[in-house]
């Protein structure tokens, strides 16, 4: 008798919880502890088979997001500026129609590749695979907005195609720091996975600084 009074009450608290969701009543936040991220990591890379994606950092975009701005702009363009310096190849990524929409520090030259996304994954659909291979590219460093977005899906993309990623990380930032780390752990526990961040394992992603990236 007891357990079927007991089932009953389940039952009729299971159907108060649904009747309260269809409602639009406020439901209790559930609160999970993400893992601890792994520490950053500095890496050397070679200029030859190394290129850099810049993704969306475009006025649109960055405009309404005070951490690009103040943050990833005035690190992308000096390690944009020094990645040049070393004959590392610059491909820019956004949406064709916001191709002209580069903010100003780090606005592409005539000269640099340029990959009219269809998805978040930079690969998908594009020729970003062949523009990279045709020049040697083994390495691909990823920055921009956001880590939870096109970096994260382009890293996964790369991975698949056989290369090894290093994201910058203080370029390639999220909204919030609850999506930063949400990027960070799928980056590196996906199929390729390095999730204790071992500097440049082959095709599988680092997590780095632009300032701890240098080219040799």
């Known amino acids: 008798m007891k357990s079927t009074v007991t089932a009953i009450a389940l039952a009729l608290s299971a159907f108060a919880s649904i009747e309260a969701y269809a409602q639009g009543a406020p439901q209790k936040m559930m609160t999970i502890q993400m893992p601890e991220a792994p520490a950053l990591v500095p890496v050397k890379l070679n200029p030859a088979t190394t290129a850099v994606l810049v993704s969306d950092m475009i006025d649109p975009i960055c405009k309404s997001q005070p951490k690009c701005v103040a943050t990833m702009i005035p690190l992308a363009k000096e390690f944009i500026a020094r990645a040049r310096k070393a004959g590392v190849m610059i491909v820019y990524s956004t949406q064709e129609a916001r191709k002209d929409s580069w903010m100003p520090d780090v606005a592409p030259l005539a000269s640099d590749?340029?990959?009219?996304?269809?998805?978040?994954?930079?690969?998908?659909d594009t020729q970003l695979e062949k523009v990279l291979k045709d020049k040697g590219v083994q390495t691909l460093v990823i920055i921009g907005w956001k880590n939870s977005g096109s970096v994260l899906y382009t890293s996964i993309g790369a991975t698949l195609r056989g290369m090894t990623v290093v994201v910058g990380r203080d370029a390639a930032l999220g909204p919030s720091a609850w999506e930063e780390a949400i990027g960070d752990y799928q980056m590196l526990t996906q199929s390729s996975a390095n999730a204790t961040n071992e500097p440049l394992k082959t095709r599988a992603t680092t997590l780095s600084r632009t300032d701890w990236i240098t080219f040799n």
Do not use: L
Request: no cysteine; proline share 8%.
């Open 113 to 124: 590749p340029f990959i009219a996304s269809k998805g978040q994954d930079r690969f998908y």
